[in-house]
């Protein structure tokens, strides 16, 4: 069956430095992935989509790599704010099949 | 206003009890959603319909039901309401462009409590 893995359940980062989130599947050949944040007591909000054939996809702080051999995507943030703290999704999507989501890194932003 | 709204927004009741979800959308998407929340489980598909005359199950269809009464209405019903179905509901939409990339735009949520 489909699986998704987001390695960190939390994770705590200074202010100012990278924050990295990473994304990893099995059994799927996904033709785009996708971000999402969510904040507590509140839907997700769509970030970053990337295709299959694309290997980076910026905007503004935000980064977002796939690598289909790996079968990961990494999400960074760069120079993280209080404001940033949040959980966040990876969604994949196959095809034009339903988006499958992860469960979730909840990044904490320490000023 | 919001673009995507669910009412209620918190609910608690007994089992037994037959409850609906309700979500309205003002996005004229054609997609809408139904998902809920589960601590560790993260989302998890509910039904969906692709317009208003197409309803699919999706992963976790037992003890729900669901109706599309208009384009911008989707509701989620719970027959006969069980402990195991406290969670976290979601209803999205999404509009499918040419590259069919299926963005999704959520609701806000309703909390619901089964005792």
């Known amino acids: 069956s489909q699986k998704i893995e987001q390695n960190s359940e939390a994770l705590n980062i200074q202010e100012g430095k990278t924050a990295t989130l990473t994304c990893n599947y099995t059994n799927y050949s996904p033709a785009y992935l996708q971000w999402y944040r969510q904040d507590p007591g509140r839907g997700p909000v769509f970030l970053l989509l990337i295709r299959e054939n694309e290997k980076e996809k910026r905007k503004e702080r935000l980064k977002v790599t796939f690598d289909t051999t790996l079968k990961q995507s990494l999400f960074h943030i760069t120079a993280s704010q209080p404001a940033d703290s949040a959980t966040y999704l990876c969604a994949l999507q196959t095809g034009a099949n339903n988006l499958f989501f992860g469960t979730g890194t909840r990044l904490t932003v320490i000023p | 206003d919001a673009d995507v709204t669910q009412t209620p927004r918190n609910r608690i009741t007994k089992t037994g009890k037959r409850i609906m979800l309700e979500c309205s959308q003002t996005?004229?998407?054609?997609?809408m959603y139904w998902y809920r929340q589960d601590p560790g489980l993260g989302l998890r598909l509910i039904y969906y319909s692709f317009d208003v005359k197409d309803i699919n199950k999706g992963e976790i269809s037992d003890g729900y039901s669901v109706s599309r009464q208009a384009q911008a209405k989707f509701s989620l019903s719970l027959e006969s309401a069980i402990p195991n179905q406290t969670a976290l509901y979601f209803c999205a939409t999404s509009d499918t462009t040419g590259d069919v990339t299926d963005t999704q735009y959520f609701g806000p949520g309703t909390r619901l409590t089964v005792l």
């Open positions: 996005k004229g998407h054609d997609r």
